[in-house]
């Protein structure tokens, strides 16, 4: 004999079936709790100085292009803008900064219209050199990445310079070199 179940049965059981998963997942993961979002600390009142509009120039002169950098995200992020020429081609980009107290390190993330995959770089600091060092993975032609170090160096309030160095036959090569002038804060 076949018997049917009535829509009452089948409500009854698919809020039977979730109660039962709910209290399953929940049983191994123990109350949930509100997370409360990070403080801002001084390595981001840091990145705030390098707030306001850059004019920037490539080593050699020929490549120029301007950046924008604002704090966001509750004063986490530095987030930056840039536009430009890159090897006589117009260049976009785009990147965020921000100090992983839990990492104690300085994160970044950057996108551009060169690749289609982010690079993702960390570091540290140095306050008596005045240099950021970020290390991470950059994306080349091929799917493939390579190590790669970037280098800011903050010559002044209004001045520094990112240097690109990646790994290349085995050693550390330098990219490209960027001077920016700060035009406005």
């Known amino acids: 004999m076949m018997r049917f179940i009535t829509p009452v049965q089948k409500s009854a059981m698919r809020k039977f079936l979730t109660v039962t998963m709910a209290v399953s997942v929940l049983a191994g993961v123990g109350p ?52 430009g020429e ?57 799917g493939t990445s390579v190590k790669a170090t970037l280098v800011t160096v903050f010559k002044d309030a209004d001045t520094k310079t990112f240097t690109l160095s990646a790994m290349v036959d085995g050693k550390l090569a330098e990219m490209m070199q960027i001077t920016y002038k700060r035009r406005e804060k």
């Open 32 to 83: 949930v709790v509100a997370q409360q979002p990070p403080e801002p600390g001084p390595e981001h009142e840091w990145l705030k100085e390098s707030e306001g509009t850059w004019d920037f120039t490539l080593k050699g002169g020929e490549d120029k292009g301007t950046s924008t950098g604002k704090m966001g995200m509750g004063g986490l992020w530095l987030t930056e803008h840039a536009k």
């Open 86 to 142: 890159f090897g006589g081609k117009p260049f976009e980009g785009g990147g965020a900064t921000t100090y992983d107290a839990d990492k104690k390190k300085f994160v970044n993330v950057w996108i551009d219209s060169m690749s289609t995959s982010p690079m993702v770089s960390e570091g540290t600091y140095d306050k008596a050199q005045k240099t950021l060092t970020l290390v991470g993975q950059m994306p080349i032609p091929g």
